[in-house]
């Protein structure tokens, strides 16, 4: 069962179970993936049960992730949204590095539009700098060049990446915002409160990281929670995710088929009351 979200601000209706292509590179991001084939198989399988939203960047990889979604997906079904992201780039050395001047934004939002075959995009997130936690530092000046990229018909919404709730506010006095991309999941839950005043403003929030990113969720209370429902840990932190609010679009990240499976399942569990307590004091 994947229940749907649509923003106020968008004339899209998102399934609330997405999936996230950042996997579908090499190891550490970077390059080609060790099994391309498998690669296309995740994204055409994940479609075919229902998802209608991908989210990736031209940084992935670099490149090779947008190019992998386009040879299996394009010409891209009618309700599916693919959301970028810009405002990194890749070094070299597989370094991850900001990249916002107008220059790099703009040439961000072309290497999408060429390595995924679209004219216009339909959403793209402002990725703010920032590794561990957002810097907080004002947005104005990112902003203004993709407000003249949607101006020039090359985006059609915008979204937020990495950012606190005064980034939020302050981008909400420039322009409508339709999703905000934050790390968040059962153990690391900053945006508690950015979650519910987006939610009552009809804004998406994406959490990255869903399941943890590179070190995945461990916990007694999770693997306690698992063996009860006869699920798995995975399934649980996705569905405690979208219980958490109704403006939760989850995007758990897969290389695997069988593990793009399991994620989707999760939209079918149920959590009790007594179980999203016990998952809440994690
Ligand atoms: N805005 C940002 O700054 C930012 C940062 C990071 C990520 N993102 C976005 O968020 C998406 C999700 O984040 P993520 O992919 O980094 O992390 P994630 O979804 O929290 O976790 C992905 C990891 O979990 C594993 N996994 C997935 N399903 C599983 C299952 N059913 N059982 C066991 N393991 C499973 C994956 O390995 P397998 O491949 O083996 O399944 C992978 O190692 C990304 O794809 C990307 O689009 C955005």
């Known amino acids: 069962m994947n229940q749907q979200y649509q923003p106020k601000h968008a004339d899209?209706?998102?399934?609330?179970?997405?999936?996230?292509?950042?996997?579908?590179?090499?190891?550490?991001?970077?390059?080609?993936?060790?099994?391309?084939?498998?690669?296309?198989?995740?994204?055409?399988?994940?479609?075919?049960?229902?998802v209608n939203h991908i989210d990736t960047s031209d940084f992935y990889g670099p490149h090779v992730t947008n190019q992998i979604i386009r040879e299996a997906l394009h010409p891209y079904r009618d309700d599916l949204t693919i959301v970028t992201k810009i405002g990194y780039r890749r070094g070299d050395d597989q370094s991850w590095l900001p990249a916002a001047s107008a220059q790099e934004l703009r040439a961000a939002v072309h290497d999408n539009l060429r390595n995924l075959g679209l004219e216009v995009l339909d959403v793209v997130n402002y990725r703010a700098p920032g590794a561990a936690a957002p810097?907080?530092?004002?947005?104005?000046?990112?902003?203004?060049?993709?407000?003249?990229?949607?101006?020039?018909?090359?985006?059609?919404?915008?979204?937020?990446s990495n950012v606190t709730a005064e980034q939020v506010k302050e981008a909400q006095q420039l322009t409508d915002i339709v999703c905000v991309q934050n790390q968040y999941n059962l153990a690391h839950r900053g945006d508690d409160a950015l979650i519910d005043t987006l939610a009552a403003q009809g804004i998406a929030y994406v959490p990255f990281?869903?399941?943890?990113?590179?070190?995945?969720?461990?916990?007694?209370?999770?693997?306690?929670?698992?063996?009860a429902l006869g699920a798995t840990t995975i399934q649980v932190a996705l569905a405690w995710l979208l219980q958490r609010a109704p403006n939760i679009l989850v995007i758990p990240g897969t290389s695997s088929l069988a593990h793009l499976r399991e994620n989707l399942a999760a939209g079918a569990l149920q959590l009790d009351p007594a179980t999203i307590a016990a998952l809440n004091a994690i």
Do not use: C
């Not at 399934?15 to 996230?20: D, E, F, L, S, T």
């Not at 990281?209 to 063996?227: C, D, I, K, V, Y």
């Open 12 to 50: 899209i209706v998102f399934n609330r179970i997405g999936y996230g292509a950042m996997q579908l590179a090499g190891p550490h991001v970077w390059g080609p993936p060790k099994d391309r084939a498998a690669a296309l198989a995740v994204l055409r399988e994940a479609v075919e049960r229902g």
């Open 135 to 160: 810097d907080g530092q004002p947005l104005a000046e990112p902003l203004s060049v993709l407000l003249r990229m949607k101006k020039e018909g090359l985006i059609r919404h915008i979204g937020l």
């Open 209 to 227: 990281f869903p399941l943890g990113g590179f070190s995945p969720l461990q916990s007694e209370a999770l693997t306690r929670t698992a063996a």
